[in-house]
């Protein structure tokens, strides 16, 4: 079955301790992006990568890391978690051009 | 950078009252994407819409493309209770990124 999977599904943890949330995706995507959602902002982009070893800043980048070194993986990164990064994440994946996006089932984080 | 304004908000309705969403964009789009986003759920791709003027239907949801690809709409006739979500548009921006809408949270009262 095709299909993008994030984990873990929910997550607290406390502020500064490092973390990764890890999203992989069985449908040989070129691109893959993190997002995170809060109330009444909608679905903003973290970052995205449009292949191997090619990531770059979405909207709001700061605090995250991310990773390709697998097309499958794209794992996100918070080297020192803060309670403002308190949030619902999707990865997300799709073949390059103006084609649909494949979420992952969502990572809810909460920092304290 | 470019924007895509999504109204309303919010939308309360009574189980067969229809419901509409609003999608607007600063610029003209080569094309605009809809998902819907169940409670507790994840995005998931509804339909893509390319052409000036076009208007696609899937059951009891029409969508449409504006004549100046600027904005599209959504609208459910007769709303179930399995109607309920959020609604995303989603214009493509540089380097093959969607920008999504605020989206619509559509909450039907049976």
């Known amino acids: 079955e095709a299909q993008v999977t994030q984990n873990p599904r929910y997550l607290i943890t406390v502020t500064g301790k490092k973390l990764t949330v890890t999203c992989s995706q069985n449908?040989?995507?070129?691109?893959m992006s993190w997002y995170r959602q809060d109330p009444g902002l909608g679905l903003r982009q973290i970052y995205y990568s449009m292949n191997v070893e090619v990531t770059d800043k979405g909207d709001v980048p700061e605090g995250y890391k991310v990773s390709r070194k697998e097309k499958r993986n794209f794992p996100l990164i918070l080297e020192s978690p803060s309670p403002n990064q308190t949030s619902l994440y999707f990865c997300?994946?799709?073949?390059?051009?103006?084609?649909?996006?494949?979420f992952g089932q969502g990572t809810r984080l909460t920092v304290v | 950078g470019q924007q895509v304004m999504q109204i309303p908000q919010y939308q309360h309705v009574q189980e067969g009252e229809d419901f509409t969403t609003y999608c607007n964009s600063s610029?003209?789009?080569?094309?605009i994407q809809w998902y819907k986003q169940r409670p507790g759920g994840h995005p998931v791709f509804l339909i893509q819409?390319?052409?000036?003027?076009e208007v696609k239907k899937q059951k009891r949801l029409t969508f449409q493309f504006g004549e100046a690809k600027k904005n599209s709409s959504l609208h459910i006739t007769a709303t179930q209770t399995t109607d309920v979500g959020t609604y995303f548009c989603a214009a493509p921006g540089n380097t093959d990124k969607l920008i999504f809408g605020t989206g619509t949270r559509l909450q039907v009262f049976p």
């Open positions: 997300a994946s799709k073949v390059r051009g103006n084609t649909e996006a494949f």
């Open positions: 819409l390319v052409k000036s003027g």
């Open positions: 610029t003209t789009l080569s094309n």
């Open positions: 449908m040989n995507h070129e691109y």
